[in-house]
């Protein structure tokens, strides 16, 4: 399963974004590509909880939600 999200991450960001999600979510496989206009982050897993991802982003004043 992959689960894309749109965000508002920035390149000063993304390192401190990417450990706290691989500490949280070991199984997932996590990128981003900030040279899209939406700043995409990609999860693929086998069961993704886009709460979670959503709650983890967030905490770190990082809007994010399901790319439609």
């Known amino acids: 399963m992959v689960e894309v999200f749109k ?3 920035t390149k000063h960001k993304e390192a ?12 997932y496989r996590i990128n981003f590509d900030l040279e899209d206009c939406d700043h995409i982050l990609r999860i ?4 993704i909880c886009n709460e979670k991802v959503i709650g983890l982003m967030s905490a770190y004043n990082c809007f994010c939600d399901v790319l439609e």
């Open 7 to 9: 965000t508002d991450a």
């Open 16 to 27: 401190m974004l990417l450990t706290a999600l691989y500490e949280a979510f070991p199984m």
């Open 44 to 47: 693929e897993g086998d069961s």
